[in-house]
């Protein structure tokens, strides 16, 4: 085979819970996933050298170089079977770059794949999963997909019962925000507090395994949601005009700063997509449901 595209998903967290910081920077994590249908592809082919191309909405703002997650994912890869990163990596992008909905991690995971295809290596899913903790966080979560809860990082996962499709209007803002300067912004907000152990919410787990979309509103949660929105105060409009359109919820997607607002159904998702629209409160606005597969091969030649 000369070229294999993999197809990879965005997700939501309907719940983020952060403990205090480590002491090696990090925070443990109660985090659950939910991927939806928002999609980027990675396209792996022989090449002289490693070289990463990058089209679609915002493509402009993806490093090109030997740091962008792709490449990192390649790398690793290669390393790890004695091989040269010798590939193109082209990102067709439709996930929001730096929207707190893992874009990078999904192109990560779907260049890690396509890899794996592309040289042939066969590597078991416990293998990808491993490299994948070490490229980042959300990066074991793009690969598998579905339902999730992570914890430590967020990179040791156990797949979770979803009992029905959950209909999401996500709203993308004027500019973004720096994961890192979130977790650093929930630190100075939190200093000299008691920070609780994080845990999964049973309610909220309950409710996604019913796959009731009011039941799952009333439980969803993102402890970083006071961080984001002291960095970008704007961001409480959005959410407020989503709720106003009739949002069973809203919520920062993860570090942010896109918003997601869970919808009673698809065509409410229609309705509150259009409010937002015409909000003035964001740049852009999409829809979509979850739970997704997560990377999937969808063409070798």
Not at 246 to 258: D, E, F, Q, R, Y
Request: with cysteine; hydrophobic share 50%; charged share 20%.
């Amino acid at each position: 085979m000369s070229v294999v595209t993999v197809r990879v998903p965005a997700k939501v967290n309907v719940q983020l819970a952060v403990g205090a910081a480590r002491p090696d920077g990090f925070h443990d994590l109660a985090n659950v996933f939910l991927a939806v249908g928002l999609h980027d592809e990675v396209t792996v082919t022989p090449a002289d050298a490693l070289r990463v191309t990058c089209e679609g909405p915002e493509a402009a703002q993806v490093p090109l170089d030997r740091g962008n997650l792709a490449a990192r994912a390649a790398i690793a890869l290669a390393e790890r079977y004695g091989r040269t990163p010798d590939v193109h990596l082209h990102i067709a992008k439709d996930i929001p770059v730096a929207g707190g909905m893992a874009g990078g991690s999904a192109d990560g995971a779907g260049a890690l794949l396509a890899c794996d295809a592309l040289w042939g290596i066969g590597a078991s899913r416990e293998e990808l999963l491993e490299i994948c903790a070490e490229l980042g966080s959300d990066v074991p979560f793009s690969l598998v997909g579905g339902a999730a809860l992570g914890v430590g990082r967020g990179e040791r996962l156990t797949a979770l019962e979803v009992g029905g499709i959950f209909h999401w209007v996500f709203a993308m803002a004027g500019r973004g925000l720096s994961t890192p300067a979130v977790f650093r912004e929930f630190d100075r907000l939190a200093e000299g507090l008691d920070i609780p152990e994080p845990v999964a919410s049973r309610e909220l787990l309950d409710a996604l395994a019913k796959g009731d979309p009011e039941v799952l509103a009333a439980a969803v949660s993102n402890d970083l949601q006071p961080a984001a929105l002291s960095l970008f105060p704007e961001l409480a409009d959005t959410l407020a005009a989503g709720e106003t359109a009739g949002a069973l919820t809203g919520l920062v997607s993860g570090s942010g700063p896109t918003t997601a607002f869970l919808a009673r159904d698809a065509a409410a998702a229609e309705r509150i997509a259009e409010a937002l629209r015409a909000s003035g409160t964001c740049r852009s606005v999409r829809t979509a449901s979850g739970p997704a597969p997560g990377a999937t091969v969808v063409s070798v030649s």
